[in-house]
């Protein structure tokens, strides 16, 4: 699921950066820059979804609420039915449409290499040339190679091997195999076509540059005409699609330096384009933010962050209180609750998927629990599920405002988490759970269904396969929630019941 989501992002960024190159680019002269910049957004959009947004930076517009550290369903995975999940469906389908796009690059290379070996070889400095005897395939480059046709050779030799001549020094090929093996591994995606088609074109403009007469050699392009079959990995001299370009390029007066701002225009745009997706992921992890209850102390020493929201009641929601709303019996009892109600969807449990869900609601100054939202979910039924067990929760303690109650959001995540099958445990009945890198004088705190467990050994006595939900609390989140008890970190265990 994460690789499917990620090869999304890349394929998402790669029609960002050519949109910018397409939109504010193409018509530059500075030929280099934009050779460079299509290689490198060919690289940089595998990068680009790994961009975080920094702590330090100012937030985004969003409300700030009372968050909740994260609660952990879990169940067994099922056992493999017959029919395909659509995820194995989709693996099927791309492993098919990889094997047919490496079969048709591999019949390329087959047939260039028939063409380098049928010739008669003539090596230069800087290259290698090879004369063909037939007149079937336009002339073209590779690498070091230079193929030139019988009629080429006889005719056009000094004007084809001196423009080839360039696509070999710059090593133009490698920008094209780069392309071609991304088509390999990326076949749906038709946005590389486009990128292949700007790089030739680019190409060809770095080549034609060099002409040492642009009115000899547009009228040079003009005559010839070449009707050959073409190899996709190579550098054609004649391509009838690009011709009319290359043509206004060698007569298009050379664009002004000032213009190579717009190349950093573009870098910048798509820099902050990226930092805002960043920012909205940030935003829309709770856990990001400060969690748990605060003391009265605090909450005056930061009533400058205070937010308040009005709804279409015109009631104020408020995210910041002096007294905090609270489940009945602590957070402890509201785990609890969510352990014995939620349900781990069928439908989620069978797709194989599992991941987060970040809820946010109100408890209303009379304690009731109202507008339940969903800010990210995953899907398969687990919103759904999650929407459903916090809408049956009893009436919650208000939260106070000036001793008054007031209406607070709440966020809380609820981590939907799928376990190995039971059965590889069931085979290993001493099976042990065991702690770590962790010293006797550092042990964490341990809740076993709402309870703090007094015996230090309790995991080593408990069986691994009674319990439902294992959730980590570290740090802050642990301190803020437990006190100095959690200062070692919380580990927070529901057992099933039987």
Not at 110 to 132: F, H, N, R, T, W
Not at 133 to 156: A, M, P, T
Not at 326 to 342: A, D, V
Request: with cysteine.
């Amino acid at each position: 699921m994460k690789m499917l989501l990620y090869a999304g992002e890349v394929s998402l960024y790669w029609i960002l950066l050519y949109a910018c190159y397409w939109l504010m680019l193409r018509h530059h002269t500075f030929f280099k820059w934009n050779r460079y910049y299509l290689i490198g957004s060919l690289f940089a959009a595998f990068a680009l979804p790994f961009v975080i947004y920094p702590d330090t930076a100012p937030q985004l517009p969003v409300v700030y609420s009372v968050n909740a550290s994260a609660f952990t369903v879990s169940t067994s995975e099922p056992e493999q039915s017959a029919m395909l999940s659509w995820v194995q469906a989709l693996g099927i389908i791309y492993g098919i449409g990889l094997i047919i796009a490496t079969y048709k690059l591999l019949l390329n290379f087959i047939q260039l290499k028939s063409y380098l070996s049928a010739g008669e070889l003539i090596e230069l400095d800087d290259c290698k040339v090879v004369v063909m005897d037939s007149n079937h395939i336009g002339s073209f480059s590779f690498l070091q190679w230079i193929v030139i046709n019988r009629n080429d050779y006889e005719n056009h030799f000094d004007a084809i091997l001196r423009h080839e001549m360039v696509h070999t020094k710059q090593l133009h090929s490698i920008d094209i195999l780069v392309i071609e093996l991304l088509k390999t591994v990326f076949w749906f995606n038709p946005v590389l076509l486009l990128y292949k088609y700007s790089l030739q074109e680019v190409h060809e403009y770095l080549a034609d540059a060099q002409a040492p007469n642009r009115e000899y050699y547009a009228k040079f392009l003009v005559a010839y005409a070449l009707n050959a079959p073409r190899v996709s990995v190579t550098n054609h001299f004649f391509n009838p699609s690009q011709i009319k370009s290359r043509i206004q390029m060698i007569y298009k007066n050379r664009t002004s330096k000032w213009l190579l701002s717009t190349y950093v225009m573009s870098v910048m745009l798509i820099g902050t384009t990226a930092l805002i997706v960043a920012g909205c992921e940030h935003e829309e992890n709770p856990l990001l933010t400060e969690t748990g209850p605060k003391t009265k102390a605090a909450e005056k020493a930061n009533a400058l962050d205070e937010v308040v929201v009005t709804n279409k009641q015109d009631k104020k929601i408020y995210s910041v209180v002096e007294e905090q709303p609270m489940f009945p019996g602590g957070i402890k009892s509201m785990y609890k609750f969510l352990g014995e109600n939620i349900k781990y969807p069928e439908a989620a449990s069978k797709a194989n998927v599992s991941g987060r869900v970040f809820l946010s609601f109100v408890v209303t100054e009379t304690g009731e629990i109202n507008d339940v939202q969903v800010l990210k979910g995953i899907g398969f039924g687990c919103d759904a599920e999650a929407v459903r067990v916090l809408k049956s929760f009893p009436k919650w303690q208000p939260g106070k405002q000036d001793g008054i109650p007031v209406n607070v959001r709440y966020n809380l995540p609820i981590m939907f988490y799928l376990e190995e099958d039971d059965k590889a445990s069931a085979a290993e009945p001493d099976a042990q759970i065991e702690l770590r890198g962790v010293n006797s004088s550092d042990k964490p705190l341990i809740i076993v269904d709402g309870v703090v467990a007094t015996d230090e050994d309790i995991l080593k006595k408990m069986n691994p396969n009674s319990i439902k939900s294992l959730s980590v609390l570290k740090d802050k989140i642990a301190t803020n929630v437990y006190g100095d008890k959690g200062k070692n970190g919380v580990i927070n265990i529901i057992t099933k019941k039987i």
